[in-house]
């Protein structure tokens, strides 16, 4: 048993010392808790991960950090927490996916198909041509994905930086929502200026919560989405759009 014991701390040990400490103890312990690390150490283990630096976003359900592979390369890692987790919320959102038919019910089973469920919608969503951070893997409740950026630096986000070009910006951004619906059947759900990042054009993030069209409220988030994106424009000098002929013609396709 203690042998045992032993092993386990020394793992937790070794994940321990490739996680750059930039962050206070307490959020360190509270992110990094025994599982996650544990989850880490396979991820050096298997060479998905080289080290994990810098953490970008502290946010309610999950960090963000910049990481390295072996070969140098930058990625994104997004960790949900455990011990914040809304599960109520997200029972409402896992609800009638066929992808998701049987719910679980440990705590850690649904983070798993949560992270699970933001990598599939990642996939759905690049195979349908929209720009989203690429995803590489997923384990338990860690979400590994291309970084969206330069150097360890995180392009801003359409809410921390307005897009130099509005009107472009506004046109790919309701073309990437109309892809989605249309192509890949898909509704973001979340979908503000918080989740579109801006590198050589908008990136679409935060997926986690898409839901398919077969979602009894994926019409009410659909149009909430797309609400979201014309009322951030309306602050530009730009020709305003009405929100339901918007609506309208991106449900019939006139966004193509
Ligand atoms: N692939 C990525 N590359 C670089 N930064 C990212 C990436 N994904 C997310 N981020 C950063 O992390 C923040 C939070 O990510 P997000 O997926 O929106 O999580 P949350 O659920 O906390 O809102 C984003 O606003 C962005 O700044
Ligand atoms: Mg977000």
């Given at each position: 048993m203690s042998d045992k014991l032993d092993r386990l701390e020394e793992r937790l040990d070794k994940a321990r010392m490739r996680i750059k400490r930039s962050e206070d103890r307490q959020v360190i312990e509270s992110v990094f808790d025994t599982k996650t690390l544990l989850t880490l150490y396979h991820m050096f283990n298997k060479g998905l991960l080289d080290e994990v630096n810098g953490v970008i976003s502290t946010g309610k359900e999950a960090n963000v950090y910049w990481a390295?592979?072996?070969?140098?390369?930058?990625?994104?890692?997004?960790?949900?927490?455990?011990?914040?987790f809304n599960f109520k919320r997200i029972t409402l959102y896992l609800e009638g996916d066929p992808r998701f038919s049987r719910i679980?019910?440990?705590?850690?089973?649904l983070i798993a198909a949560w992270a699970s469920k933001e990598f599939k919608n990642l996939q759905r969503a690049q195979n349908a041509g929209v720009r989203v951070p690429q995803p590489i893997h997923v384990q338990r409740n860690i979400l590994v994905m291309e970084f969206i950026g330069e150097e360890g630096f995180p392009s801003p986000t359409m809410h921390q930086?307005?897009?130099?070009?509005?009107?472009?910006?506004?046109?790919?951004?309701l073309k990437a929502v109309s892809t989605l619906y249309h192509e890949a059947s898909l509704v973001h759900a979340d979908l503000?200026?918080?989740n579109v990042m801006l590198w050589k054009g908008p990136v679409l993030i935060d997926i986690s919560q898409a839901v398919v069209l077969d979602h009894p409220h994926s019409e009410m988030f659909f149009e909430r989405d797309i609400r979201n994106i014309l009322t951030y424009f309306d602050r530009f000098d730009i020709p305003r759009l009405d929100l339901d002929e918007t609506i309208t013609a991106i449900r019939r396709g006139d966004y193509k």
């Open positions: 390295i592979q072996p070969d140098g390369t930058d990625v994104a890692i997004k960790i949900y927490r455990i011990a914040t679980p019910k440990a705590r850690s089973g930086e307005a897009p130099e070009e509005p009107e472009p910006t506004r046109q790919t951004i503000s200026e918080y």
